[in-house]
């Protein structure tokens, strides 16, 4: 079983749509846990962190659930700037991370 | 711009070739990365560098050589490279253990 799992996807929605992401972790070691966001033949960045509380920036919303050993990212009114792969990443105490596999998500006039 | 600056950006290697990939920060980051990332697939991890230690080696072939000669900087040593490792390489840094990764934008790498 991989330590990371996430959606599939493709997820292909609408202008305006909301999509949600999950990703689930099999170590409960894990420490911090992030959203990246890579476009074609880029590098990842940075979309947000993830935190025990839940976090909004915008249009966006990551929660974490540390019992169930769950993240989520919810993306309100997609964008067509919002097509790209975002991908789960979860950390650890001596600095090991790992990421999901990654979900494609295509945003349609 | 990425604060973390990756060179070259694209590399063409024979086989029996030796090259090296660079990677440097200058944010006082003190543990540094090394992915490889083939296309479609998420970076799948090779090395990390803790306080220019190396913490954890992914069972990487030998023919793949970090060293990271200071804080700032990390290399990747290449030799006789197959076919199979062509993919795009990159490098990462972060300031501790509950921050987040800040990524270089790579160096494509393509094995002939």
């Known amino acids: 079983r991989k330590e990371v799992e996430q959606d599939p996807g493709p997820f292909n929605v609408p202008e305006g749509a909301t999509v949600a992401f999950n990703c689930t972790y099999s170590n409960s070691a894990s420490q911090s846990f992030f959203w990246y966001r890579q476009d074609c033949r880029k590098e990842p960045k940075l979309l947000m962190s993830?935190?025990?509380s839940g976090n909004e920036d915008g249009r966006f919303t990551a929660q974490l659930n540390r019992a169930s050993q769950y993240i989520s990212l919810l993306i309100r009114d997609s964008k067509l700037s919002d097509s790209a792969t975002y991908l789960c990443a979860v950390g650890y105490e001596n600095n090991d991370m790992r990421f999901g596999a990654g979900t494609r998500l295509t945003v349609k006039p | 711009d990425t604060e973390v600056t990756q060179t070259p950006k694209h590399l063409v290697m024979g086989m029996t070739n030796k090259k090296s990939l660079k990677c440097e920060q200058h944010m006082g980051h003190r543990a540094m990365y090394w992915y490889k990332q083939k296309a479609k697939k998420p970076p799948e991890l090779m090395f990390v560098y803790s306080y220019e230690k190396l913490s954890i080696n992914e069972s990487v072939p030998s023919r793949f050589s970090p060293e990271c000669p200071n804080s700032s900087l990390l290399n990747l040593h290449l030799h006789a490279l197959q076919p199979e490792d062509s993919a795009l390489y990159l490098c990462?840094?972060?300031?501790?253990?509950?921050?987040?990764?800040?990524f270089g934008d790579g160096t494509r790498l393509s094995i002939l």
């Open positions: 990462a840094s972060r300031l501790g253990p509950n921050q987040p990764q800040h």
């Open positions: 993830v935190y025990s």
